[in-house]
């Protein structure tokens, strides 16, 4: 079956500094790479997802890149907020999620 | 539109007793998804149901644990009995299809002691 490694397990960067998450998987087959974001007490909410047929993808202050040959997917944030502070999970084939990711962003 | 509803919001019982966990997905979605998520992991699928058919339960420990979706729409997960092992949060999420966007509840939070 489906294997999703993320790292890092947690990030601390300072406002308005850049954040990259980054997951691999060991399925070819994969075909859908969906990033979501948890809050606290809440359950994983989507963010940007990418499908296999396009290497990046963008969405104000978050874009995804997608490398099939590599099976290496990443997240960046851009200009850091503190309400961008949350776990970050990446998954893969819809159903299998990384271990997540605890972003802080210091004021 | 309603998001996918979860009710008990939060859950503690000893050990050996039943539970049971009830999740109402997003008005026209067909898949409906039960996850497990310990503590500082992400989630991981027990059960995937197409309408009111069980599709995808291997990770589903069937010795304790059952599912049902009755009329393909709400869904129970039961645990009996409980375990101190099962104490995590169960998530429901719900999609249209099961290659559409999954929307998930806030969880279910499961104290056992």
């Known amino acids: 079956g489906e294997n999703v490694e993320q790292h890092p397990s947690t990030l601390s960067v300072q406002e308005g500094d850049s954040a990259v998450i980054k997951c691999t998987y060991s399925?070819?087959?994969?075909?859908?790479f969906p990033w979501y974001k948890q809050e606290l007490g809440k359950g994983p909410q989507l963010i940007i997802d990418?499908?296999?047929?396009?290497g990046e993808k963008k969405d104000q202050r978050i874009a995804v890149t997608l490398n099939k040959t590599a099976k290496h997917f990443s997240l960046h944030i851009t200009e850091t907020q503190p309400e961008d502070s949350a776990v970050y999970f990446c998954?893969?084939?819809?159903?299998?999620f990384g271990a997540g990711t605890r972003l802080t962003v210091k004021p | 539109e309603a998001g996918v509803v979860q009710s008990p919001r939060y859950k503690i019982i000893e050990k050996k007793q039943p539970v049971a966990f009830w999740c109402n997905p997003i008005?026209?979605?067909?898949?409906l998804y039960w996850y497990l998520q310990n503590l500082g992991q992400g989630p991981e699928l027990l059960i995937r149901y197409e309408n009111e058919e069980a599709v995808d339960d291997s990770q589903l420990p069937k010795d304790r644990f059952s599912a049902e979706r009755l009329k393909g729409v709400d869904s129970t997960l039961k645990i009996q009995p409980a375990e101190l092992g099962d104490s995590a949060v169960y998530l429901c999420a719900s999609s249209r299809t099961r290659m559409d966007t999954q929307y998930f509840g806030p969880g279910t939070r499961l104290t056992v002691l």
């Open positions: 008005s026209g979605h067909n898949t």
């Open positions: 998954a893969a084939s819809y159903m299998r």
């Open positions: 990418i499908r296999s047929n396009v």
């Open positions: 399925d070819s087959a994969s075909n859908y």
